[in-house]
């Protein structure tokens, strides 16, 4: 029936939210990973999630990307041994919540604005017990198994 068909679609679309996706963030969009570009302004309007990932893309020949922690970032000092990343085009997978602070250390661009500081949260686990952890996995998982379900009831009406 019409009415059975529209409630569970319904369902359907109240359930699918719930079900979290990885996101990717090209850092800077189309300008990349340069100087002179506002990376706050880039950040403030966005969501990082662990899981998500950002990709830094820049001329590997001139530039670089380093992690750094709150100090460096402020200074704009890049500590020597640090986690350097080289390729132009590299994806860093945010694997914990937290304060993340990234900065060239190539000499004047940090200072030139080419720094970012992004806040990361944990949408799956809020708490910090590891049975807790898996609680939330097997009931994610449980919500994806019923919007399935209840999309595949809604195709064969
Ligand atoms: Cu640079």
Not at 6 to 28: H, N, R
Not at 73 to 89: E, I, M, Q, Y
Request: hydrophobic share 45%; net charge negative; aromatic share 10%.
């Amino acid at each position: 029936m019409a009415s059975e068909r529209f409630v569970i679609l319904a369902i359907a679309v109240i359930l699918l939210p719930t079900v979290a996706i990885a996101m990717e963030y090209i850092v800077g969009d189309d300008k990349g990973w340069t100087t002179n570009f506002d990376y706050d302004t880039w950040a403030k309007d966005k969501m990082f999630n662990v899981g998500d990932t950002l990709v830094f893309r820049y001329d590997p020949k001139v530039d670089d990307v380093v992690k750094v922690d709150g100090a460096a970032f402020k200074d704009c000092v890049a500590p020597s041994g640090g986690d350097v990343l080289t390729s132009g085009n590299d994806n860093v997978v945010l694997k914990s919540p937290g304060n993340k602070w990234y900065i060239s250390s190539k000499s004047g661009h940090c200072a030139m604005g080419q720094k970012l500081k992004i806040s990361v949260m944990d949408m799956s686990a809020p708490e910090p017990s590891p049975n807790a952890a898996v609680r939330g996995n097997i009931f994610a998982g449980f919500q994806v198994f019923v919007t399935l379900f209840v999309l595949l009831m809604a195709v064969n009406y």
